[in-house]
């Protein structure tokens, strides 16, 4: 996402197509609320959606805006306003003259209500990541202040989600082009979410580390990392999600409990850092990986069982363990792994992955299959064959 190229085109009256890619493809148009024109506003209503525009909840309650019922989770919407000196608030020029004057910071007084201009809260990017609050993060990224006109994109039939029709009226228009995770990683970048909290001494039968946990705003889990002093300026490091079944409770299903073993071994020896991810089942939870498991006594595989349940085969992310790395003063790590999407997370985050370190699994009757499924079908690369 180069942000001086998005900013340059926004100067020169060109909305942003922002797309979500992860769940549904809804594409919006969005321009920031604080140089909204006539011939801003004009254009985009011509992408048909309803047009709003976006602020963050809290200010908006501060400033007596109110909101209308929604369900939980839903896009919050506030109650739709004209700006006071507007005639009727329809026209593109009066909504742009609205949209000027709610980024002003204006309060509820200055404008009449229900009016033309719909108003959506934010909640913060950390807790919903919608348009909505995608939209504040891009303005605050370009410079702007955190109050967004957005629209989406509906085709000639009427019907939003056409991929195809969005990226040919981006095309067309000569309109750049970005996802909410393009914003999303850049936020997390940003804005550090995620702060040491306490840090113990923890003497275990591999050694004495210390363990630390977290104040955590990015994703509100319980990681804690088990650290090994002195670890130097490119430390060891694993990231290691919870398994209950085959950290704590020694299945042979999994080789989960011998690495975690092997790598608190390997830090021990060497200094280190050990992320403890509460990412259970491959970021499914510990409820859906026992159906999981249900499903491989019926035959299927690891990948299969996770996608008839209706998961991807691996749904963890990497970004809260780039944040605990930064909040622990890393920007550089041996990464003990011998699955390269973990190196690759990291890497696009920002942290240097200066050595990629392998961590041989515990082979089993039981576990044989489940490794060959990693290799075969998650690209993993043990250090020897199965």
Same mark, same amino acid.
């Not at 340059?8 to 797309?19: D, Q, S, T, Y």
């Not at 997390?188 to 630390?212: D, M, S, W």
């Not at 249900?294 to 299969?304: A, F, Y």
């Not at 809260?320 to 997370?345: D, E, H, W, Y």
């Given at each position: 996402?180069?942000?001086?190229?998005?900013?340059?085109?926004?100067?020169?009256?060109?909305?942003?197509?922002?797309?979500?890619?992860?769940?549904?493809?809804?594409?919006?148009?969005?321009?920031?609320?604080?140089?909204?024109?006539?011939?801003?506003?004009?254009?985009?209503?011509?992408?048909?959606?309803?047009?709003?525009?976006?602020?963050?909840?809290?200010?908006?309650? &501060?400033? @007596?805006? *109110? #909101?209308?019922?929604?369900? !939980?989770? +839903?896009?919050? =919407?506030?109650?739709? $306003?004209?700006?006071?000196?507007?005639?009727?608030?329809?026209?593109?020029?009066?909504?742009?003259?609205?949209?000027?004057?709610?980024?002003?910071?204006?309060?509820?007084?200055?404008?009449?209500?229900?009016?033309?201009?719909?108003?959506?809260?934010?909640?913060?990017?950390?807790?919903?990541?919608?348009?909505?609050?995608?939209?504040?993060?891009?303005?605050?990224?370009?410079?702007?202040?955190?109050?967004?006109?957005?629209?989406?994109?509906?085709?000639?039939?009427?019907?939003?989600?056409?991929?195809?029709?969005?990226?040919?009226?981006?095309?067309?228009?000569?309109?750049?082009?970005?996802?909410?995770?393009?914003?999303?990683?850049?936020?997390?970048?940003?804005?550090?979410?995620?702060?040491?909290?306490?840090?113990?001494?923890?003497?275990? &039968?591999? @050694?004495? *580390? #210390?363990?630390?946990?977290? !104040?955590? +705003?990015?994703? =509100?889990?319980?990681? $804690?990392?088990?650290?090994?002093?002195?670890?130097?300026?490119?430390?060891?490091?694993?990231?290691?999600?919870?398994?209950?079944?085959?950290?704590?409770?020694?299945?042979?299903?999994?080789?989960?409990?011998?690495?975690?073993?092997?790598?608190?071994?390997?830090?021990?020896?060497?200094?280190?850092?050990?992320?403890?991810?509460?990412?259970?089942?491959?970021?499914?939870?510990?409820?859906?990986?026992?159906?999981?498991?249900?499903?491989?006594?019926?035959?299927?595989?690891?990948?299969?069982?996770?996608?008839?349940?209706?998961?991807?085969?691996?749904?963890?992310?990497?970004?809260?363990?780039?944040?605990?790395?930064?909040?622990?003063?890393?920007?550089?790590?041996?990464?003990?792994?011998?699955?390269?999407?973990?190196?690759?997370?990291?890497?696009?985050? @920002?942290?240097?992955?200066?050595?990629?370190?392998?961590?041989?699994?515990?082979?089993?009757?039981?576990?044989?299959?489940?490794?060959?499924?990693?290799?075969?079908?998650?690209?993993?690369?043990?250090?020897?064959?199965?």
């Amino acid at each position: 996402m180069n942000l001086e190229e998005l900013r340059r085109a926004i100067l020169e009256g060109k909305p942003v197509v922002l797309i979500d890619d992860r769940r549904e493809f809804e594409a919006d148009l969005i321009y920031p609320a604080e140089i909204a024109s006539a011939e801003v506003v004009n254009f985009m209503l011509s992408a048909k959606g309803l047009l709003c525009l976006t602020m963050d909840m809290d200010e908006a309650l &501060k400033k @007596g805006f *109110f #909101r209308l019922p929604s369900k !939980e989770g +839903e896009t919050n =919407f506030l109650i739709p $306003v004209d700006y006071k000196e507007t005639f009727t608030g329809i026209t593109a020029k009066e909504r742009a003259l609205t949209a000027r004057k709610l980024a002003e910071g204006l309060s509820v007084e200055a404008f009449r209500y229900p009016g033309h201009l719909h108003l959506l809260g934010g909640i913060g990017l950390n807790r919903r990541r919608g348009h909505t609050e995608s939209s504040l993060e891009l303005m605050e990224f370009l410079g702007f202040k955190r109050y967004a006109l957005i629209i989406e994109i509906l085709d000639e039939k009427g019907d939003s989600h056409n991929r195809e029709y969005a990226l040919a009226f981006a095309e067309k228009h000569g309109l750049p082009v970005i996802t909410t995770d393009d914003v999303w990683k850049e936020f997390v970048r940003r804005k550090q979410l995620i702060r040491v909290y306490a840090n113990a001494r923890l003497p275990t &039968k591999y @050694g004495e *580390f #210390r363990i630390i946990a977290f !104040e955590n +705003e990015l994703d =509100f889990k319980e990681h $804690v990392a088990i650290v090994k002093e002195p670890y130097g300026d490119v430390p060891l490091v694993r990231i290691h999600s919870k398994c209950l079944t085959g950290d704590t409770l020694a299945s042979l299903k999994c080789d989960c409990g011998s690495q975690l073993a092997n790598s608190l071994r390997m830090i021990a020896q060497e200094g280190g850092i050990l992320l403890y991810m509460d990412q259970e089942g491959r970021g499914i939870g510990l409820k859906e990986k026992i159906k999981a498991y249900e499903l491989q006594d019926k035959g299927l595989d690891t990948v299969e069982a996770n996608k008839a349940l209706g998961f991807k085969a691996d749904e963890r992310t990497y970004e809260a363990a780039f944040q605990m790395l930064r909040a622990l003063g890393v920007s550089k790590v041996r990464l003990i792994t011998n699955n390269p999407a973990k190196a690759k997370a990291l890497e696009e985050l @920002g942290i240097e992955v200066v050595e990629v370190v392998p961590a041989p699994p515990e082979v089993t009757e039981y576990n044989r299959n489940y490794l060959k499924v990693k290799v075969e079908k998650l690209g993993h690369k043990l250090p020897f064959e199965v």
